[in-house]
């Protein structure tokens, strides 16, 4: 009896090993990190160390000579425009795309991805075309003094639409998956149907609605492509930064180019910094309020 207790005592003091769900864990993972480092961190390393050659007084020489500065200051100005149109129409989208139901329905749905999948150059000759002045909404627009074409409000234009997939279909699986029972509570105890949105679905949708608006501001801030055929490019008054980088690497000035560059990414990190502490924030709060 004793041997017996002994062999089921030393048979529990072993630890217990789980069976991973996933053959090949570490294969996996360590193929996953290297792409990564490869394809992510590395140039991000490289630019970073270039940047770092420079100095901090010729860095900053760069960044604040007249035409850097007018370059980042529209960047910076249209990609919050298109932001804040892409965070309440988004919003709008998912919530119709959700709630509503429709003939049509799936058709628009698809649509949401276009902007995905279509090249954002010919995003951005379409755009021209049809916002200049003898096109089908500028030819309306600019009798009434509205002109987008080789203005900001192109620029935002642009931004706007290569970003709007990114808070749609971060909104959009949120609100698939909450649990009616919620609004159907509150809807018993007199809630108006916008109290029910303040005080229940927005909360919940909440780290999925920063997500998807950081991500829409991070593409704005990148875009090149659509934005380049209906700003205009005009020094000091229509030129993006990413457009600026380019245009000091095809003169050789690879230091004007990686310090462009580098505050562009600086901006993105900080706001994707600040995103993941407020959907933490928002988490630990719902967590708290369950």
């Known amino acids: 009896m004793s041997s017996l207790a002994n062999i089921d005592a030393g048979a529990s003091a072993r630890p217990v090993r789980h069976k991973r769900v996933l053959p090949g864990f570490g294969l996996t993972m360590g193929v996953t990190l290297s792409y990564v480092c490869v394809i992510v961190l590395l140039p991000v390393i490289a630019l970073v160390l270039k940047g770092a050659e420079i100095g901090p007084e010729r860095f900053w020489a760069i960044v604040t000579a007249p035409r850097t500065f007018a370059a980042l200051r529209l960047t910076l100005s249209a990609a919050a425009m298109a932001t804040v149109f892409n965070a309440l129409y988004g919003l709008l989208m998912a919530w119709v795309l959700v709630r509503c139901e429709f003939p049509g329905k799936r058709i628009v749905d698809a649509l949401m991805d276009i902007p995905f999948a279509l090249p954002t150059a010919v995003a951005g000759l379409a755009l021209s075309a049809l916002f200049a002045g003898n096109g089908w909404y500028g030819a309306i627009l600019e009798p009434m003094g509205i002109k987008v074409v080789y203005t900001i409000w192109g620029v935002a234009l642009a931004m706007s639409f290569t970003s709007i997939p990114f808070v749609v279909r971060t909104v959009q699986p949120v609100l698939e998956d909450l649990d009616p029972q919620y609004e159907q509570a509150a809807a018993t105890l007199g809630a108006s ?77 900080v706001l994707l910094g600040v995103s993941n502490l407020l959907q933490a924030r928002a988490l630990r709060y719902k967590g708290a309020t369950a």
């Open 193 to 269: 149907s916008f109290t029910i949105f303040r005080k229940v679905v927005f909360p919940a949708i909440l780290p999925a609605f920063l997500t998807g608006v950081t991500l829409s501001f991070a593409r704005s801030l990148g875009e090149f492509g659509a934005v380049v055929f209906i700003a205009g490019n005009l020094p000091m008054q229509t030129e993006i930064a990413s457009l600026l980088a380019v245009i000091r690497l095809e003169e050789y000035d690879y230091n004007g180019a990686s310090a462009i560059a580098l505050v562009l990414l600086a901006i993105a990190l």
